[in-house]
């Protein structure tokens, strides 16, 4: 039977939606992006074929752009990404290796103007890799690691990365990477893919979704977007499901009784989140390759929880507590699909301050998706998951005006940031994108009462959430790299902000103000192309819920050699990630 063009059909149905209002923006719900007065600096929309074409053209010069860099004979550069300015400027992320070893650390993203003139290198380390990768002094792998060269932090080394795959008590699969020095054996750093959260379910009204006719049936796959496809798992945990089919195109009864309803969430929030991207942003799909992933419902029993996998890219959700709660909100699939936007942009590794950075970023588009869809079931506001009432009193997991109502999130920055779990450290990123937006004080958004304070005592006033979403989509594509700490992200939004709106923009003045209303300023590290310098100011660096730990039974997995340097930083930046 020949598959019937995708659908986009209205639902008389009142679809279960699963919490976490995870970020909001300002005061209007509109898919209209600000328009950036310097609108040539605004990504231009490929198409999967042009943007494999200037991959293709980029990675036949890996060689020359390596020696253009004076980077080491033993170094070589792999093509991970190519983003293309309206005026004709190019941004070429690569990925790193050395003697044949994947760098953690060791991406940089090449500046060129539309003539071919080299504009300027963002690195994720300014500091040069002579690493010794044999010799007798080096201790012993432990087994099943591979070996790597560390650069995210500190001087570059030989280490060795293992990952321990189990099970956590809440079914929550679990892949720990640790990273040990190769010459002592201790441990420099360890994270997990898979980050936990939790939620509650609530209805979203009627929706329209894509759909796709074959013979007298349907099924919830969209080609319009990619051919994203919709699958019930019947509550196991592998596999891919069974894909969601019906005979009238009609969809779910707006409860748990139909195993459908779950379905059209989770669709729902993957056409949403498709379409905010390509109509804001003008990328198509995740990866920007216009292939869309694919959606797992009614996944375990009773699983609390949902997450984004990479390697498999696709996102999951569970049922919530008594299989009653499914967890497919609108903001928190877009929270967990933006996962996948940083791991195939930034690549922002999932520890310290740049993971706080990655969460935040999955905050932000979360809640910017929900602004862009306005569903007068679930409106926009700046709190993160309010819905799921997860501490049983109604009220929110984090506060975005002031992250520290929850009494773990910080509202600024401080010595030790990066020790903070990252969800925490993440206020810091999220309290400057509400000052950005919305400045700072007292002010009532959508019947949401907010008061937003700044740690120097100063006052923001914010530009907007359109434009503040422009600006940290621009920093994040264009000039965050994998290590990317809170100081950096300051230098590389004020470099996103020249770009779009101009040095003396009152936009540039606003980034600067934000940042500094949450102790950011000035500090130590790279700069970023682009930004003007900063005058005065002192020195600075950079889950929803935790889960259980892994279970004493863990077994233990490998991660082989990557084909290339882009698939080790994907497996750094953490293939999954849960709400």
């Given at each position: 039977m020949t598959p019937h063009i995708s659908r986009r059909t209205s639902l008389s149905i009142a679809t279960a939606v699963a919490a976490g209002a995870l970020i909001a923006g300002t005061f209007t719900a509109t898919g209209a992006a600000a328009q950036p007065s310097a609108s040539g600096a605004t990504p231009l929309a490929?198409?999967?074929?042009?943007?494999?074409?200037?991959?293709?053209?980029?990675?036949?010069?890996?060689?020359?752009?390596?020696?253009?860099?004076?980077?080491?004979?033993?170094?070589?550069?792999?093509?991970?990404?190519?983003?293309?300015?309206?005026?004709?400027?190019?941004?070429?992320?690569?990925?790193?290796?050395?003697?044949?070893?994947?760098?953690?650390?060791?991406?940089?993203?090449?500046?060129?103007?539309?003539?071919?003139?080299?504009?300027?290198?963002?690195?994720?380390?300014?500091?040069?890799?002579e690493v010794a990768t044999t010799g007798a002094s080096l201790s012993a792998a432990p087994s099943g690691a591979r070996k790597i060269v560390w650069a995210a932090t500190g001087t570059p080394r030989l280490a060795y990365e293992k990952v321990v795959k189990s099970t956590k008590k809440d079914g929550t699969p679990s892949r720990l990477h640790v990273v040990t020095d190769a010459a002592s054996g201790k441990k420099i750093t360890q994270f997990d893919e898979i980050k936990t959260g939790t939620g509650e379910s609530e209805y979203s009204g009627s929706v329209e979704i894509g759909t796709t006719?074959?013979?007298?049936?349907?099924?919830?796959?969209?080609?319009?977007?990619?051919?994203?496809?919709?699958?019930?798992?019947?509550?196991?945990?592998?596999?891919?499901?069974?894909?969601?089919?019906?005979?009238?195109?009609?969809?779910?009864?707006?409860?748990?009784?139909?195993?459908?309803?779950?379905g059209v969430d989770?669709?729902?929030?993957?056409?949403?989140?498709w379409d905010y991207y390509k109509e804001v942003f003008g990328r198509s799909g995740i990866n920007g390759d216009g292939k869309g992933a694919y959606s797992r419902v009614h996944y375990g029993n009773a699983y609390v929880n949902a997450f984004w996998d990479d390697s498999c890219f696709c996102m999951t959700y569970g049922d919530g507590e008594g299989n009653k709660n499914p967890l497919t909100a609108l903001d928190v699939a877009a929270h967990e699909m933006s996962h996948?936007?940083?791991?195939?942009?930034?690549?922002?590794?999932?520890?310290?301050?740049?993971?706080?950075?990655?969460?935040?970023?999955?905050?932000?588009?979360?809640?910017?998706?929900?602004?862009?869809?306005?569903?007068?079931?679930?409106?926009?506001?700046?709190?993160?998951?309010?819905?799921i009432d997860i501490n049983g009193d109604?009220?929110?997991?984090?506060?975005?005006?002031?992250?520290?109502?929850?009494?773990?999130?910080?509202?600024?920055?401080?010595s030790g940031a990066g020790n903070v779990d990252v969800h925490y450290s993440s206020g810091i990123a999220n309290h400057f994108f509400y000052l950005l937006s919305e400045g700072s004080g007292k002010k009532?958004?959508?019947?949401?009462?907010?008061?937003?304070?700044?740690?120097?005592?100063?006052?923001?006033?914010?530009?907007?959430?359109?434009?503040?979403?422009?600006?940290?989509?621009?920093?994040?594509?264009?000039?965050?790299?994998?290590?990317?700490?809170?100081?950096?992200?300051?230098?590389a939004t004020l470099s996103a902000?020249?770009?779009?709106?101009?040095?003396?923009?009152?936009?540039?003045?606003?980034?600067?103000?934000?940042?500094?209303?949450?102790?950011?300023?000035?500090g130590a590290g790279s700069r970023v192309w682009g930004a003007p310098p900063r005058t005065g100011g002192a020195p600075s660096p950079c889950h929803l819920m935790r889960t259980p730990a892994p279970s004493p039974s863990a077994s233990e997995g490998t991660v082989t050699n990557p084909v290339s340097a882009g698939d080790a930083s994907r497996r750094w930046t953490g293939r999954m990630r849960t709400v």
């Open positions: 490929l198409s999967a074929n042009a943007r494999a074409d200037l991959i293709k053209d980029a990675s036949a010069q890996t060689a020359d752009t390596a020696k253009e860099l004076k980077l080491g004979s033993k170094e070589k550069l792999a093509v991970r990404d190519v983003v293309k300015d309206r005026d004709g400027t190019t941004h070429t992320r690569y990925e790193r290796t050395y003697d044949g070893l994947p760098v953690i650390g060791g991406d940089l993203v090449v500046h060129e103007s539309k003539s071919g003139k080299r504009e300027g290198v963002t690195k994720a380390t300014s500091k040069s890799i006719q074959s013979g007298s049936s349907y099924s919830l796959t969209d080609a319009t977007r990619g051919g994203h496809s919709t699958y019930d798992l019947k509550n196991g945990s592998s596999g891919k499901g069974t894909l969601f089919t019906d005979a009238d195109d009609k969809w779910g009864d707006g409860t748990v009784n139909d195993p459908a309803t779950a989770a669709a729902y929030g993957a056409q949403e989140t996948g936007v940083t791991a195939a942009t930034a690549g922002l590794i999932y520890s310290g301050e740049s993971g706080g950075l990655n969460e935040a970023t999955s905050d932000i588009f979360g809640t910017s998706v929900e602004f862009y869809a306005n569903n007068s079931e679930d409106v926009g506001d700046y709190l993160i998951g309010e819905e109604g009220s929110p997991l984090r506060y975005m005006d002031k992250p520290s109502k929850d009494g773990a999130s910080l509202d600024a920055w401080k009532t958004i959508n019947g949401v009462d907010y008061d937003s304070p700044t740690s120097d005592g100063s006052t923001v006033t914010g530009i907007g959430r359109d434009k503040a979403e422009q600006i940290w989509f621009k920093a994040l594509t264009t000039y965050f790299t994998s290590s990317t700490n809170y100081a950096k992200a300051r230098t902000a020249t770009d779009l709106y101009g040095a003396d923009s009152a936009e540039y003045k606003a980034v600067d103000a934000a940042w500094a209303g949450g102790n950011v300023r000035e």
